[in-house]
């Protein structure tokens, strides 16, 4: 440990994906801000690579690993530990490998978010929670009210609480594929094809959708999942659309537009320059909260036992933000039923 414990180097792990590292970022900026730490090595996964920008910081030092460690990457992370000065080290991503590491180096103060589950599952297990500085419990197994994810690591990392409800301002480059769509006033969606699917909605529904949409606004912003598939020819059949990769542009009499092959810094700022976000609950609506920007989160659920009610209802206490520009709705596979449940939320940012 550093004399004094100052000037601290602090190990974060949050090789995750995107949706859950945003969970994260208030517990990440609560280390930034300890004066006591000075230099941070931040582990995030390949799938968050596009999204660095979150943490230009003169503290930090980003390191990508893949999101399924394989040996290479254990040992890679060993060696790290073997040959660096560590004081801390935050497990933000709860993988079993990362709780090992409190046995190899008993130095280095370890804290943890741990998981319970149903029929007594825990991870880590009792006799390697022992090791570890400091941990919360995510219990999963829960049937009653509990803290969300976010809430937890903020607890672990900064006792105070003062960033949970703190708007974090990132401002990424506009590039100049960017500039033009965001000066408009537009709501944005994201389609998630499987959702779709599962609920039945035709292009036809979704055209009713976006018009009612446009009903509020001059514009509608879509995007998809990054698979290619038969929506996205689809999509460019029947809307305008604009390519980041190819930068190709198709121009129709539609006041909607499928952005394709977009992410990172130009997809984020569609997501903050949009009067309001709309997509199933996921990655984008992560995004949206952020900087706290009104957002009209899509739930969908497939409740045919109290098993199923329960892992929903824990997982959307787990993950559900909480702000005043925050609604939810779960979708109905008839369109007008769910037109007239988000009725409410189009009508309220007016």
Known sequence: M???????????????????????????????????????????????KDFIFFFKNKKIKVKILNYDLNLFYKFKIIFFF???????????????????????????????????????????????????FRYKINDRSAIFKRESTLSLQL?????????????QNFNPEISDSIKKYISEKYYYFH????????????????????????EFT???YITKDIEIDEYTNILKDHFNSYDFLTKKKLNKSSKIVFFDNITGPDLYNVIKYSKKTIAFHGMMTNLASIEKNNVLDLYHCK????????????????????????????????????????????????
């Not at 004066?35 to 968050?48: C, G, N, P, Q, Y």
């Open 2 to 48: 550093t004399e004094n414990n100052i000037n601290k180097h602090v190990v974060i792990f949050k090789n995750d994906a995107v949706g859950d590292l945003v969970h994260s970022i208030p517990a990440i900026f609560s280390i930034i801000e300890n004066k006591e730490v000075d230099k941070i090595t931040l582990f995030l996964s390949d799938r968050s």
């Open 82 to 132: 073997l040959f660096k000065q560590i004081d801390d080290a935050y497990i933000l991503a709860p993988k079993n490998f990362f709780y090992y590491l409190p046995l190899l180096f008993r130095k280095v103060r370890f804290f943890a978010i741990c998981l319970n589950n149903v029929n007594n599952y825990r991870r880590p297990n009792s006799f390697l929670r022992k090791f570890l």
């Open 155 to 167: 607890s672990l990392c900064d006792h105070s609480k003062n960033n949970i409800n703190k708007k």
């Open 191 to 214: 389609l998630k094809r499987k959702i779709i699917n599962e609920l039945g909605w035709t292009i036809n529904d979704l055209k009713i959708l976006f018009n009612k949409f446009l």
């Open 218 to 220: 001059d514009h509608v």
């Open 303 to 350: 409740i045919n036992n109290w098993n199923d009610y329960r892992n929903y209802r824990n997982a959307f206490y787990e993950f559900k933000p909480s702000y005043k520009g925050y609604d939810f709705s779960i979708p109905n596979k008839n369109m007008q039923k769910t037109i007239k449940k988000i009725m409410f939320s189009l009508k309220k940012n007016d």
